[in-house]
Structures are given as structure tokens and as C-alpha cells.
């Protein structure tokens, strides 16, 4: 009985020691091997030979490309605005050592770096350049966090801005500034409005007055014409005078005729004596 019991342990420990001293290693990561708590090899993808109980594999790296997705923040811009962003960083172990030794998570660590850099570039920019120029800020990001990352044996590949937003609190300030400030350019254009109307309103005034004018010159210089021609007809110099306030006569009782409050209109009897009345009433 004892004898099988120590043949069992002794099977045992022959698997556990071929567990331990052959590794294969899977494609698409590598291994770190440390002897005795210290560092002593990196296992590429495929079979090794290790030596049992002094050697013992610590970590194991995928050198597949890693997606970290940066947790969303709230990031105030030059101007006092609030701005709310994430993004996406796309980056590959290229030295297992130093990813493993040279911090203590990598990942923690690149989306940390990620997280206060961009607060550190939109912190410098005015809202509306922020949200404005979200491939600057890309460029920026990653020439500022590329040389960072190498020292943690890491390539930064790419990274990408998902969202940059203003806050709920931004955004209705914004709609309220955006709402003010149509309503000043309507008032703009209905004062604008006023004026126009004005101006055309006082050159129409002035257009009828100039015209109402040359009008007015118009029949003085034809009523003068008239009497020059008939003077010019007439030798007598009363009889010129006589016609014209006759004609006028005559047409100013025509009016007072068709006018609608006349009820009873007047005439002398002897039409050229009135006139002659007139024109002696004139020479005294």
C-alpha cells in the first residue's frame, strides 16, 4: 500500500515537472520567464523548454494591437466652457520587457496619459476651436503621448476623438445665446426696415414737391405765354388783361357750379362791365 501511494506521488511530480519545464506559447503573445524572481528571458510564440521549480513564467502579453476606450470627461476650455469628451486609443506592445517592468499597468497608464493630455490641449483652446478642429487635437494628442508610451515599450498606433460636446449645462446657455442673438438680428433688419421705409418716404415727399414745382413753373411761364401771344394779337393793353381774368372768371364760376354744397350760383348781368370793374378796382 505505501509502495502505490509513492508511486502516485511520484507520477505526480513527474507531470507537474513536465507542466513546468515545457511551455508552449501561444501565437499573438509573448511570455516573461523570471529565474528565481529575476528576469531572465522573453518566450516567443511556440515550444520551450524551461527548467522546472526555478523557472516560472510571471506574465503573459497579448503583442496584439489593444483598444482602450478613455472613460468620458468633462474638460473646461480657455473661455470658461464646459466640454464633455472620450476617445479611443489603438496601441501595441513592441517590448514586453519594458511593458511589463517598465510600469506597473500599462493600459492604466495609457489612459490616464490619454485623459490629461486632452485636458491640457482643449484647456488651450477657445470653445468654438475646439469643437471645431477635432483632427488638430487628434494630431496633437498623439504627437504628445507617442514618445511617452515608447519608454513603456508600447506603439502608440493611433488614436481617435469619439465625442467632444459641450456640457448639458453648455448647451443651454448656448440655444439661449443662439436665441438672443437672432432676436437682435431681427431687430437690426426691422430698424433697418424703418429706416429704408423712411428715407423713401421723405424722397417721394421730395420728389412730388419738386415736381408740384416744376408744374407750378410750368403753367406760369404758359399762362405767360398766353398773355404775351395775345398781347402780341391785341394792340389795346386792356383787352389782354380783360381776356385772361376772364377766362379765369369763367372757370372759377364753372367750379363753384359742379361743386356739390352750391346750391345757387350768382352772375352779373353784364359779364365785361364786372371785368372792367375789376381791372379799374386793380389800377386804383
Not at 502579453?61 to 469628451?85: M, S, Y
Not at 514618445?147 to 513603456?152: A, L, Q, R, Y
Amino acid at each position: 500500500m505505501g509502495g502505490q501511494i509513492v508511486s502516485l506521488v511520484l507520477i505526480g511530480l513527474l507531470f507537474l515537472t513536465l507542466w513546468k519545464g515545457v511551455r508552449i506559447v501561444p501565437q499573438g503573445e509573448e511570455w516573461v520567464v523570471e529565474r528565481l524572481g529575476k528576469y531572465r528571458d522573453t518566450l516567443l510564440p511556440g515550444l520551450h523548454i524551461l527548467v522546472p521549480y526555478i523557472d516560472d513564467v510571471s506574465y503573459k502579453v497579448t503583442t496584439k494591437d489593444l483598444i482602450l476606450d478613455i472613460p468620458q470627461q468633462e474638460v473646461i476650455t480657455r473661455d470658461n466652457a464646459v466640454l464633455v469628451t472620450n476617445a479611443i486609443a489603438f496601441v501595441k506592445v513592441t517590448d514586453t520587457q519594458s511593458a511589463v517592468y517598465g510600469v506597473t499597468n500599462f493600459q492604466l497608464g495609457v489612459t490616464n496619459l490619454v485623459q490629461t493630455t486632452l485636458r491640457a490641449i482643449i484647456g488651450d483652446m477657445d470653445l468654438d476651436q475646439a469643437l471645431s478642429s477635432r483632427d488638430q487635437i487628434k494630431a496633437r494628442l498623439k504627437a504628445s503621448i507617442a514618445d511617452e508610451v515608447t519608454d513603456w515599450g508600447l506603439t502608440l498606433k493611433s488614436v481617435e476623438i469619439q465625442d467632444i460636446s459641450p456640457s448639458a449645462t453648455m448647451q443651454k446657455s448656448m440655444e439661449l445665446q443662439a436665441a438672443a442673438e437672432r432676436e437682435r438680428k431681427a431687430t437690426v433688419t426691422r430698424a433697418e426696415g424703418d429706416k429704408q421705409a423712411a428715407i423713401l418716404e421723405a424722397e417721394a415727399r421730395l420728389e412730388s414737391a419738386r415736381r408740384d414745382a416744376e408744374a407750378q413753373v410750368l403753367l406760369a411761364n404758359a399762362s405767360a405765354e398766353a398773355i404775351r401771344r395775345i398781347a402780341a394779337a391785341i394792340p389795346d393793353r386792356e383787352l389782354p388783361a380783360m381776356y385772361m381774368l376772364g377766362e379765369k372768371y369763367i372757370t372759377a364760376l364753372k367750379a363753384m357750379a359742379s361743386s356739390s354744397g352750391s346750391k345757387t350760383v350768382m352772375l352779373p348781368g353784364d359779364l365785361v362791365k364786372s371785368i372792367e370793374g375789376l381791372l379799374g378796382a386793380c389800377r386804383t
